[in-house]
């Protein structure tokens, strides 16, 4: 059984660009969870994909989005880059809506 | 209403001690209550979990203890070894939906 997988690891974009990470959820989970972790704070819920449904958003603006293919894996995009999208970005799966269980983050940092 | 407050932000145990962190609640709707570890570098990992029926989970060396009136709830760790050292987070949700609503975080630091 493989765990919750993230790529890449480490990403380095500039002002307005966008940028795409991805998650593979762990086998046999069909729910992903992405969360934005600035440094030196608690993580932060983005949005939620059950069934490659949207299942509930945070408080993040529009620009940021996502999706989740048939296999489950899952994409997070974000549009425009500002400084302060700078964190590391944790994906976590689930059976259902469960215990969910993290990836090891991608850390973005924007210049 | 969302919030959840963790406290201390840093705790620094002697190896054997007991670290206790503490975190309190706002929304009476929020049922779920995980404990999750993070090391440098690494994603958070689950480490115990406690619903509202219980007030108090053991599992090892890691003890939930749950206040429902009070809207509290604190981790303790026994015998608190140096591989303990690491940022402990709490987090609550609806079980519902599992959209879960995190504290700040602990740094937690063991000294031999």
């Known amino acids: 059984e493989t765990g919750v997988t993230q790529s890449p690891t480490h990403l380095i974009k500039t002002r307005g660009q966008q940028v795409t990470l991805r998650c593979s959820s762990q086998s046999g989970h069909n729910t992903v969870s992405w969360y934005q972790q600035a440094l030196g704070q608690g993580p932060q819920f983005i949005f939620q994909y059950y069934r490659e449904e949207e299942n509930g958003r945070g408080n993040f603006p529009p620009r940021f989005s996502g999706l989740q293919f048939p296999n489950y894996s899952s994409e997070l995009n974000v549009n425009a880059l500002e400084l302060d999208d700078s964190a590391l970005y944790l994906c976590a799966s689930s059976l259902g809506l469960g215990t969910q269980y993290f990836g090891p983050g991608t850390r973005l940092t924007v210049l | 209403q969302q919030q959840v407050k963790q406290s201390p932000q840093s705790l620094i145990v002697q190896k054997g001690g007991i670290s206790i962190i503490n975190c309190a609640y706002e929304n009476t709707a929020f049922d779920y209550f995980p404990w999750y570890q993070q090391f440098p570098g690494k994603g958070p990992a689950l480490l115990i979990a406690i619903r509202p029926d219980v007030s108090e989970k053991k599992e090892g060396r890691f003890t939930i203890s749950f206040n429902k009136s009070a809207k509290q709830f604190s981790l303790h760790i026994m015998d608190s070894q140096p591989g303990d050292s690491a940022t402990y987070f709490c987090?609550?949700?609806?079980?519902?939906?599992?959209?879960?609503?995190w504290g700040a975080g602990t740094k937690l630091i063991i000294k031999p």
């Open positions: 987090a609550a949700s609806n079980s519902s939906n599992y959209q879960l609503i």
